[in-house]
């Protein structure tokens, strides 16, 4: 029961086990306190630590990009002062963004994760049944994904370096005349959206074979009887039960491939010329390298604009046809 | 779970976590007698951190130098000017970063002036020094002596074409290589300009943003002189087969350096401070036959040679205590005076030592040195290699970013791409408006 007057008693509570005559906590203090007691779920008061961690170095960051957008905040301008809409304005108008950052980002991620969708549902679906060396093929299949991406951009600068790549070596060796990969916007791009399939095309295997595993077998042993054949069995039964994770890993893999940077930074620098320049370089070159926050900031929140759109849009066309499916 | 180990969980938990941020929010003097440095891994720094140990020992503080990344050099910096934390007390500058740095930076009155002021006016902050230069970096040319004879050293571009093919002649791939893209294009372009009185902007040579606006500024980029060494640069590439054509793709100092090092290229556009790098046996498989000569000169040229020496720096961040501040200055101090620190930028790494009196005495003493200084600092038509107002690094990225467009693109082109460059110029540069 509560000591001080004016306090309801807590059930249960700290304060119900303190001694009468001993409580010198305040009041707000004590009732403050005593919510890590009482009655409130053990779930929010978890959830009470990642929320903070959240606040302070998500949502704090973001609200103050939002309010730099709208100032001239730069290192030669420190005390920044309020810019209206002028850098948005500027990052419209700037040919780097329209010409080549946009269309280069969204061609990027539909080839990107496109490939790799594909590619992880083929080989997902080969390894999930039983062979010899199981374990250590799907072992080695996932290796990329330990490797950092600027490391694999590197990896793959090295292979494809005109003068000591590894694959112009290759090819001399067959008789055929090297290749100036990084010279050639088709293949500087082609060979970033290797090196983004290398890294990446694990992550749906294992996802898309982890959905796999937890498919009912029933439909399949129905369409066995019913005399269905692999191909069909694969694209009327297996993709359609695979909606659900296959929707939530584009989505994913759709955000991270809107921003992508270290494998085209490492590998190209947004060359030759303008020709790879990505979104996430885009704003890289202006916030950074140019040391213009205000601006750098304001091309970031025209780029969540516009994930949010692409978001939105590929999650109502996956839910459409997930919901569209188990309703029929 | 019971009361009492939830309630002992989350304290510990809150606690633990309370900590964590007190102790990272603690300014690294706090931790030690440290003085944290702020550097990239190059020789001639990793030569200057050495001598600040030694000097730090005589002070009776510790030096603490975790290197950070070129690429995320400013990015730190900015961090340590307008956060919370003040993580560095010494940090690397170069005159780049002058005018950048200059408003987050002390004063250096008490360190001992001890380099030219003419290197270093741009290290200044209203009216003064905010840094003490430590060395010179120069543009050179690299060559390998076993390919080409001294006495037949190019001297104009033409020579140099035609040096180069006499060298691929002899068997070596390439004849000529430099870094191309963002952040190198001094080892290519720019060079090739300021030897064929070409410039970014017009007025030709002007630095400070009073100079250009004093000159009724206009983007350089579009000129005869400008063209044609860009026409230059395509020729070496596609038309004569001298340069490799990695250059046209933003080849980086890396690359020269593993190319020249590798014995595949007879003539190398680098800094000096690569010399003892290029000569060291363990790494170059050329280290005997490295030798150096100046920039060649473009048909328009009309000052003679060019040369371009530039000053790397130490200055001390404003936002730290008084009392590092002071550790700091006085280290700082000890450096500037130390002749034998001085000495070893030549000595050890290749560098011009900011020290006049220094630079002086190995003038008298050490013949190669000489030719170094004459051919850099005491050229016939000495340069700034930068622009030092703030928006420099966007100007050098979309110059560079042009110059691989252009060298990639037909030659027909090119003054095409070079007036896309000039209108971006006229848009991101104006400073006052922006």
Redesign the interface.
């Known amino acids: 029961m509560s000591t001080v007057p004016g306090v309801p008693p807590v059930a249960g509570g700290h304060a119900a086990r303190v001694a009468p005559g001993r409580v010198t906590v305040r009041p707000r203090t004590r009732r403050a306190l005593s919510w890590l007691d009482r009655d409130t779920p053990f779930q929010y008061q978890l959830i009470l630590l990642p929320a903070l961690v959240m606040l302070l170095f998500e949502i704090l960051p973001i609200v103050h990009g939002i309010v730099i957008s709208f100032t001239s905040f730069t290192i030669w301008n420190p005390e920044g002062g309020f810019a209206g809409f002028r850098n948005y304005v500027r990052v419209l108008e700037n040919p780097l963004f329209y010409r080549y950052a946009l269309p280069n980002t969204f061609i990027f991620l539909g080839l990107a994760v496109g490939i790799e969708v594909s590619l992880g549902l083929g080989v997902a679906v080969l390894i999930n049944r039983r062979f010899p060396g199981q374990r250590i093929v799907k072992t080695l299949l996932i290796l990329p994904l330990l490797v950092a991406p600027v490391v694999a951009g590197l990896m793959f600068y090295w292979m494809f370096h005109a003068e000591f790549g590894l694959v112009n070596q290759l090819l001399a060796s067959l008789g055929l005349p090297g290749v100036l990969w990084f010279n050639r916007p088709a293949t500087a791009f082609g060979v970033i959206i290797l090196a983004d399939v290398w890294t990446w095309t694990p992550w749906f295997i294992l996802i898309i074979y982890a959905g796999l595993q937890s498919l009912p077998p029933e439909p399949f042993e129905a369409a066995r009887i019913d005399g269905a054949g692999p191909w069909s069995t694969f694209r009327l039964i297996t993709v359609p039960l695979l909606y659900p994770v296959l929707s939530i890993v584009v989505l994913i893999r759709s955000f991270d491939a809107f921003r992508v940077f270290d494998i085209v930074w490492t590998m190209t620098g947004g060359g030759p010329g303008n020709a790879t320049e990505t979104f996430g370089t885009f704003v890289y070159r202006i916030g950074y390298l140019t040391v213009n926050w205000s601006e750098g900031a304001a091309a970031a929140m025209v780029g969540a604009v516009m994930i949010m759109v692409v978001g939105i849009l590929v999650y109502g066309t996956f839910a459409r046809v997930v919901w569209g499916k188990q309703e029929s | 779970?019971t009361?009492l180990d939830?309630?002992t969980f989350?304290?510990t938990?809150?606690a633990g976590?309370a900590g964590t941020a007190a102790l990272g929010a603690l300014p690294a003097t706090a931790q030690g007698k440290a003085l944290t440095v702020a550097y990239m891994p190059h020789p001639i720094l990793n030569s200057q951190i050495e001598w600040m140990r030694k000097g730090a020992t005589q002070t009776g503080v510790d030096i603490d130098a975790p290197a950070i990344a070129y690429v995320d050099y400013?990015?730190a910096m900015?961090a340590q000017?307008?956060g919370p934390r003040n993580r560095y007390q010494i940090i690397w500058n170069n005159d780049d970063w002058g005018?950048?740095f200059g408003?987050f930076l002390d004063p250096l009155d008490e360190v001992k002036q001890a380099w030219a002021e003419d290197r270093a006016w741009m290290m200044r902050w209203s009216g003064k020094p905010t840094a003490a230069p430590a060395v010179l970096t120069a543009g050179v040319t690299f060559y390998r002596k076993d390919l080409v004879a001294e006495n037949e050293l190019p001297k104009t571009f033409d020579e140099m074409v035609e040096a180069a093919k006499k060298a691929q002649a002899k068997g070596v791939k390439w004849g000529i290589m430099g870094g191309s893209?963002?952040p190198h294009l001094w080892f290519t372009l720019l060079w090739s300009l300021w030897s064929n009185n070409a410039d970014l902007f017009k007025p030709f040579g002007a630095r400070s943003w009073q100079q250009l606006e004093r000159g009724g500024w206009t983007p350089g980029v579009t000129e005869k002189e400008f063209v044609d060494t860009v026409t230059w640069w395509w020729d070496a590439i596609h038309t004569h087969k001298i340069a490799?054509?990695?250059i046209?793709?933003?080849a980086s100092r890396t690359?020269t350096d593993?190319?020249f090092m590798?014995g595949?290229v007879a003539f190398a556009f680098q800094d000096s401070t690569l010399l003892q790098t290029y000569r060291n046996k363990e790494k170059s498989k050329v280290a005997d036959n490295v030798g150096f000569t100046g920039f060649p000169t473009g048909p328009h040229n009309k000052k003679g040679r060019m040369g371009w020496a530039d000053n790397w720096s130490w200055s001390v961040p404003k936002n730290n205590p008084a009392d590092t501040k002071k550790k700091a200055k006085q280290l700082l101090n000890w450096l500037a005076s130390n002749k034998d620190a001085q000495k070893e930028v030549w000595t050890k790494v290749g560098g011009i030592p900011s020290s006049v009196e220094v630079q002086k005495e190995l003038i008298r003493t050490d013949p190669e040195y000489k030719r170094l200084h004459e051919l850099t600092v005491g050229a016939p038509q000495a340069m700034h290699s930068a622009y030092y107002w703030?928006?420099w690094?966007?100007i050098h990225?979309l110059t560079s970013?042009?110059f691989?467009?252009a060298?990639?693109?037909p030659k027909e082109k090119i003054f095409e791409?070079m007036t896309a460059l000039a209108r971006?110029f006229k848009l991101r540069a104006p400073?006052p408006a922006?």
């Open positions: 779970m009361n939830r309630r989350l304290a938990l809150g976590v400013v990015q900015t000017f307008l005018q950048l408003p893209g963002f490799p054509p990695a046209a793709s933003g690359d593993a190319m590798n595949d703030p928006l690094p966007e990225s970013k042009a691989t467009q060298l990639t693109g791409v971006d400073v922006r």
